[in-house]
């Protein structure tokens, strides 16, 4: 039996997040976006001066190299960061979205413009992804992705699946918390 790579790579994207994610983030306030669980929690906040990430009224928490033990993040934050890191830069890179780093990109301060933007770029990804047959999937990377440039197409759209799943799954989790507080 001939299987379609392509398919069976955005069907399980697609069940997580319409099965298990996308209605659970229903509803996100403001309150759960920012919220704080834990004393110097990473988030994102109100700019305070032009040396900071991103452009526009916001700014994220952020150190190179990242702290040890790495600190606790917001909802906000891991948003963003499945934004930026996850969908937005690697939809730029390999898919003709629109350039995008941590350094210029305008970090939305409520929930629903987080969601909006997710929704958006989450709809990009999977665009791109159904947009590889198998020699797609089978091409090397290229120098966007660094020291991986020559590891396939295929093991990039899976890497990044698996950033979607874990990093959904913090965001729920934290919602979660939020609620029993």
Known sequence: MAV???KELTDQLDFHWT????????????????WEPAAGCW????????DEPGTG??????????PTPPPVTTIAWRLNH???????MRTASHFGGPPMTY????????AADALALLDDYYARWVEGVKSL???????????????YAKYPMATLVLHIHREMIHHCAEILLLRDLYRTR
């Open 4 to 6: 379609n790579w392509t």
């Open 19 to 34: 099965v298990l994610v996308r209605p659970k983030l229903a509803g996100l306030t403001d309150d759960e976006y920012l």
């Open 43 to 50: 988030t994102v906040r109100p700019r305070k001066s032009d």
């Open 57 to 66: 009224p916001f700014t994220i928490d952020f150190a190179f190299p990242e």
């Open 82 to 88: 499945v934004l930026v890191g996850v969908l937005g």
């Open 103 to 110: 350094d210029d990109y305008p970090y939305p301060g409520t």
């Open 133 to 147: 047959d198998d020699d797609g999937l089978a091409r090397a990377c290229g120098p966007a992705e660094g020291p």
